[in-house]
C-alpha cells in the first residue's frame, strides 16, 4: 500500500529543525541496519528516503512528512544519523551525539521512538545505553529488528525473545523484512496508535 509522503527538510544542528508542527516519531539505529529501506518500506515508496550501499551515508537529521490514509493523521517520520559503524572517523561519529541526543530531549513534537536491531547481530552495547536514557526520559519506544528474511522462521522466534530479554522490554520487538514485506503491517499500526492524535 502506497502512502502519501514526501522529503521536507534536513538539518545539521538544531537551529536548522523545523518548527514542531506535527507529531513527530524518530528513527534510529546502527548505521548499517536498514533504516532507510524501513522508512520506504512503512510508506510503500521505494524513493522517498535514500539508500545507499555504503552505511552512514545519512549524516543530517531528515524529516519525512506521512499522510496516513486510514484517519488522515499526518505525521513526521524523522530519520536521525546512524551511530555505531560508519564510513566516517570516529571524531565524526562523536559530533553526531550532540545533534542526536538534543533533538531526543528538546523535540516537543516527539512521540516516540523506532529502534532499529540487526536481528543477525542482537542487542549490542550501543542499545543497552539507549533504551534506559530513553525510558528516564519516558519516551516511548517501539524496536524493530530488521532483515528478517536472512533468518529461518524458528530462528526469527529466538532472536524475538532474546532482544526483548536483552532490552529488558515489555512489548516484544518486530521481526521485519524491507524484501518481502514481513512485519510491515503490525509495525505501521503500532506507529500509527504512537502518533495519531489523542480521542477528544
Not at 530531549?105 to 552495547?125: F, H, P
Not at 500509527?192 to 477528544?200: G, R, S
Request: glycine residues 6%.
Amino acid at each position: 500500500m502506497k502512502i502519501p509522503a514526501r522529503f521536507v527538510i534536513s538539518a545539521a544542528k538544531p537551529s536548522e529543525f523545523p518548527a514542531p508542527t506535527l507529531p513527530e516519531l524518530a528513527v534510529v539505529g546502527r548505521s548499517n541496519v536498514g533504516k532507510s529501506s524501513l522508512i520506504n518500506a512503512l510508506v510503500g515508496q521505494d524513493g522517498l528516503a535514500r539508500t545507499s550501499r555504503t552505511p552512514g551515508r545519512t549524516r543530517l537529521v531528515n524529516w519525512f512528512e506521512v499522510s496516513a490514509r486510514e484517519d488522515k493523521t499526518k505525521f513526521f517520520l524523522v530519520d536521525l544519523p546512524g551511530y555505531g559503524y560508519a564510513a566516517v572517523d570516529k571524531s565524526t561519529r562523536e559530533s553526531w551525539r550532540p545533534l542526536i541526543e538534543s533533538y531526543l530531549e528538546k523535540r516537543e513534537a516527539l512521540r516516540g521512538v523506532l529502534l532499529l536491531i540487526d536481528i543477525r547481530r542482537g542487542v549490542q552495547e550501543e542499545e543497552l545505553d539507549f533504551v534506559p536514557w530513553l525510558a528516564q526520559r519516558e519516551v516511548p519506544i517501539l524496536v524493530a529488528l530488521t532483515k528478517g528474511d536472512k533468518l529461518p522462521k524458528n530462528k526469527r522466534s529466538l532472536e524475538v525473545m532474546k532482544v526483548k530479554k536483552d532490552l529488558g522490554i515489555t512489548r516484544p520487538p518486530f521481526a521485519v523484512s524491507t524484501l518481502d514485506g514481513e512485519g510491515i503491517d503490525p509495525l505501521w499500526k503500532a506507529v500509527m496508535k504512537l502518533v495519531a492524535p489523542p480521542p477528544t
